[in-house]
């Protein structure tokens, strides 16, 4: 701790326990450097108070020789500080919108500026720079320490977080203009280091209380260390994305993918949900009068909504109708419960009242008191408690049959789709997810019956345990009054409890089956995403069609729309057509056809491919590929295409986003919403708020991790970017369109609406192509120096003025100089820009080597040397952090990472289904996977399916398994034909391996 500055280790001792502020230590060196800085820290525990005294004009005139009697040790301090920054200071960070942040900082540096003032008079304009300078230093360093002290306030937990990576947002101080001072040993750091915490600190503090550790039930869930979900909670409520979590905080999260992060997240949304119904139940049982400390007690201890529901059961308000309510109304409630307590002393003949109706036989005060006793015992926690768990040891089974229902409401091609499940019967605990979303799609079609079937011992051993533990007569019974507890338990059984298992057994069946079928949509999903795009082709995009045409659009290499047609290829025309599609494939130097795969592509892949079988377009090579056109129909009659292509017919759209999905697949898809993108499963079953919030989060991570070029991105692809949203990207594009392009990430604060935590968020997945603004910053440079100011260049390359004050007390403005920074073309984000500088200057590289030949070397040569982790000790930063530093300076400028995925198959011959035999070898493209098998195109018009039993670890590629991506949609697999059925056209694979 001796790297720390004296009073704020006073601060932090106060709140944080010595164990958890231990890792924020390691990372602090303890180097004369640091000494100094210390030195030029302590003068400044004084300037926080001072912002309590009135205003300077106003102030004692004897307050004056103090500041100046302080001022020599803060100059000697502020010097060292100087030297430093310009060498290793972060890109400076402002934010205009702060307005509380910078009256703080005005109230302070009136004191300051009073001072430097009586000083100017008599120094050279060079020192008066350094003393502005300086002053500015400070100033900022006071309100650092200043906001230190404000949040050592919080609880412990927050403290501890502080250390790690919260503390990172403070550190950015989006507020000022300048350079931050001494941050640098926080900033260098800003992810902190991943420890367990000590017991008392895993306690996260909720908006609603409950007995439980919310913490510890997370970890059960989701299998996942504490330390892990702590900081996982901690930083989704600090409104962090989770692309920006998963590269720049990694070692917060013990290095999770995004898979594994989101289900985090859900299983989070649902625990809150569940303390939130808690205490909406606990309050309406406290506005009855029924609640007691016991009851509370339980209430509280719930975990689940089903814990909540055999809770609350007892004390719910039935409706108005029930047997057991109708029995309490006539007075029949004390007999029941004089028939458990005291059977002894029970006269059934003393209810009877000839004048009342349910009252005047001793039959009817029989069964009254069964209504009331069946219903005691449904509304029982012990006795639900006892059935759920002899039920999961036991066999209980879920059954569906056709259903009895006329033919008029029923189609028979539905009937037939539900051909398996006409007879079907499995037990719950193998049931399979897909089965089930089956069966209820079938049972809401009217197709199928469904039911629960509970075997008749677990009755018997159920009505067994409750006569002889849970609901045995205190005392002897007459054998009348035990047929009467015996008929009750028979008729809660069956009237009561076991229609409250099914509907829970169905319900959790179903809530599983769903959550597995949204996370295979998104893992779908981000496979055919991250799609290796085809850049530099000419390509000629096909919507087939029949009486309507075959839709044509050439496009560009950069997706420009060069010319659009209509042929007419299956109506007899097709050989005078072909001609035409030769000269424009010949004129357009267009050698690659991308057919859609809807109404008419068997036709239409057949008439291309014997075209090029014959040789018909040389000089060309021409080849073609099929893609899913799922989704174009859609878009072409959307706002967005309208906008894009106006005036264009919406079918030649179609066509048009048909060959950009080859081109650039991410870019055209992020168009179109996920759900109708068409690699689900039971899509439209599952619940739509999880699946949108699922494919959208899945869209944002695909976006964020490929990047973006801030000035060519169109307004659709940007919003998907972590941190911005549709406003955002308007806004981003409308300020591009008035300013000119972005010079560097800074500028990117000056959007209207870009705050900073979006700024933070967005920052590491904006590219700046450098040869792109290389004019632009030419032209800027020569009126740079125009503006009037004091000029600090950071490490960063990006200037910075703070403008002069004049009398009145002003914002400090910050002029940020178009001037380019080669680190925007990176990955790294800006928070880490000082160690990239550190680093760089380490290995003797320059900021103009990123992405070369030697820059590669020399990193090579360095890490053989020192090590990761030395290195990383040496930066004071965390190896993960030190990765993307080295990721982003080594790569190219045009890397693109998804040239590791499998492009699209692109052909120039066809197979029919007839020229199929069992035993044949074939390479395809997976289409979709689903819970029970992988659908295969392998180029006959029809897909085949792998069984998922035939997909094993072995045949699936180390490579696809380290990218946790599984077998998805455009993959390249190698498979072998088991079975053919012509009549139902159904292809059975097995899989053999994946290309």
């Not at 890109?91 to 009073?114: F, G, M, S, W």
């Not at 007690?297 to 057991?324: D, I, Q, R, W």
Request: charged share 25%.
């Amino acid at each position: 701790m001796s790297s720390l500055p004296r009073r704020a280790k006073v601060q932090v001792q106060g709140v944080v326990l010595k164990d958890e502020f231990s890792s924020f230590s390691e990372l602090s060196s303890a180097s004369e450097e640091d000494d100094k800085e210390d030195s030029a820290w302590e003068p400044q525990k004084k300037v926080p108070r001072s912002r309590k005294q009135p205003p300077p004009k106003e102030s004692k005139p004897k307050r004056m020789p103090q500041v100046k009697k302080n001022a020599p040790q803060i100059s000697d301090g502020s010097e060292v500080v100087v030297v430093k920054e310009e060498l290793n200071s972060s890109v400076a960070i402002a934010d205009t919108a702060l307005e509380d942040r910078k009256n703080k900082l005005n109230t302070v540096q009136t004191l300051k500026t009073a001072k430097t003032k009586r000083k100017c008079a008599a120094q050279p304009h060079a020192v008066r720079r350094t003393k502005k300078l300086k002053v500015d230093e400070e100033t900022s360093k006071a309100s650092y320490l200043e906001g230190e002290s404000n949040s050592s306030e919080t609880p412990s937990t927050s403290t501890v977080w502080g250390g790690t990576c919260k503390k990172e947002e403070n550190d950015d101080e989006f507020t000022f203009g300048q350079s931050p001072l001494k941050k640098i040993k926080t900033e260098t750091c800003p992810q902190g280091q991943p420890v367990k915490f000590p017991a008392n600190a895993n306690h996260i503090k909720e908006e609603v209380e409950m007995n439980w550790d919310i913490v510890q039930v997370l970890s059960e869930r989701t299998n996942i260390e504490p330390w892990v979900c702590t900081n996982t909670i901690r930083l989704f409520n600090d409104d962090n994305t989770i692309p920006f979590i998963i590269r720049y905080r990694k070692e917060l999260i013990n290095n999770l993918d995004a898979d594994s992060l989101r289900e985090v997240q859900q299983t989070l949304e649902e625990l809150r949900a569940v303390a939130k119904k808690v205490h909406s139940t606990i309050q309406k049982i406290k506005k009855e009068g029924k609640m007691s400390e016991c009851l509370l007690k339980a209430m509280l201890n719930c975990k689940t909504f089903e814990e909540l529901e055999h809770v609350s059961a007892p004390y719910k308000t039935g409706s108005k109708g029930t047997k057991a309510q109708r029995a309490r109304q006539l007075g029949l409630e004390g007999a029941a419960r004089a028939l458990l307590e005291k059977p002894g002393e029970l006269s059934l003949l003393s209810y009877i009242r000839p004048d009342v109706k349910g009252l005047s036989t001793l039959q009817d005060i029989e069964i009254g008191a069964q209504h009331i006793l069946a219903d005691m015992i449904a509304k029982d926690k012990g006795t639900l408690d006892f059935i759920r768990n002899l039920c999961q040891n036991r066999h209980v089974c879920i059954q569906s049959s056709l259903a009895k229902v006329s033919s008029k409401k029923v189609n028979e091609k539905d009937v037939d789709k539900f051909l398996l499940y006409q007879h079907f019967s499995c037990n719950i605990r193998n049931i399979h997810h897909h089965q089930i979303l089956a069966i209820n799609r079938g049972e809401n079609l009217k197709v199928l019956t469904v039911k629960v079937n509970i075997s008749d011992g677990v009755k018997d051993e159920f009505c067994r345990w409750c006569i002889q533990n849970r609901w045995r007569p205190r005392s002897f019974a007459r054998p009348e009054l035990m047929k009467i507890l015996r008929n009750s338990l028979n008729d809660s059984f069956k009237r009561l409890i076991y229609p409250l298992l099914c509907r829970e057994f169905r319900a959790k069946l179903t809530s599983d089956a769903e959550k597995e079928s949204v996370m295979m949509f998104g893992r779908n999903l981000r496979q055919l995403l991250l799609t290796s795009p085809v850049p530099g082709r000419t390509l000629m995009g096909v919507d087939p069609g029949y009486k309507h045409g075959c839709k044509l659009a050439i496009i560009s290499p950069t997706s420009q729309i060069l010319h659009t047609d209509v042929v007419y290829l299956h109506c007899g025309q097709g050989f005078r057509e072909a001609e035409k599609i030769k000269m424009l494939l010949l004129n357009f130097n267009c050698s690659t056809v991308v057919i859609g795969n809807g109404t008419a592509c068997r036709e239409t892949e057949a008439y291309f491919a014997d075209l090029i079988m014959k040789n018909y377009f040389a000089p060309l090579d021409v080849v073609y590929c099929i893609v899913s056109e799922a989704g174009a129909s859609i878009y072409s009659v959307s706002p967005e295409a309208n906008k894009e292509m106006p005036g264009l017919d919406p079918n030649l759209r179609s066509a048009v986003s048909i060959a950009r999905r080859v081109q650039d697949p991410l870019a055209e898809l992020v168009k179109i919403e996920p759900k109708h993108i068409g690699v689900g499963m039971y899509q439209h079953d599952v619940s739509q708020t999880l699946l949108k919030a699922t494919l959208d989060s899945v869209v944002e991570e695909c976006v964020s991790f490929v990047g973006v070029d801030i000035n060519i991105c169109s307004e659709v692809l940007l919003r998907h970017i972590a941190g911005l949203n549709a406003n955002r990207a308007k806004n981003i594009i409308e300020w591009r369109e008035k300013n000119g392009p972005f010079i560097n990430r800074e500028q990117l604060k000056k959007v209207k609406g870009l705050g900073p935590k979006s700024f933070q968020q967005c920052a590491g997945f904006i590219r700046i192509n450098q040869d792109y603004i290389q004019t632009f910053c030419s032209q800027q440079t020569e009126t740079s120096g125009q503006i009037q100011g004091v000029a600090v260049t950071s490490s960063a390359d990006v200037e910075v003025t703070n403008e002069k004050q004049g009398k009145k007390k002003s914002k400090t403005v910050a002029n940020v100089l178009l001037k380019p920074n080669p680190l925007d073309q990176t990955c790294i984000h800006p928070e880490s820009y000082d160690i990239a500088m550190r680093f760089l200057s380490s290995i003797g590289g320059t900021l103009y080597e990123i992405g070369k030949p030697e820059m590669q070397q020399k990193i090579n040569s360095f890490l053989e040397k020192e090590g990761m982790e030395k290195i990383a000790e040496r930066l004071q930063t965390t190896v993960h952090t030190l990765q993307v530093i080295i990721d982003g300076l080594s790569q190219p400028e045009s890397f693109d990472f998804r040239t590791d995925f499998d492009k699209p198959d692109f052909k120039r011959s066809i197979v029919c289904l007839k020229d199929l035999q069992v035993g044949t070898v074939l390479t395809g493209k997976v289409e979709n996977a689903t819970l029970f098998g992988i659908f295969v195109d392998i180029g006959v018009g029809k897909s085949g399916l792998i069984p998922i039993r035939n997909v094993t670890e072995a045949k699936l590629s180390k490579t696809k398994k380290r990218r946790s991506l599984g077998l998805g949609p455009g993959e390249r697999v190698e498979v072998q034909v088991l079975n053919i059925d012509i009549p139902r056209s159904r292809i059975t694979l097995d899989l053999i391996r994946v290309l």
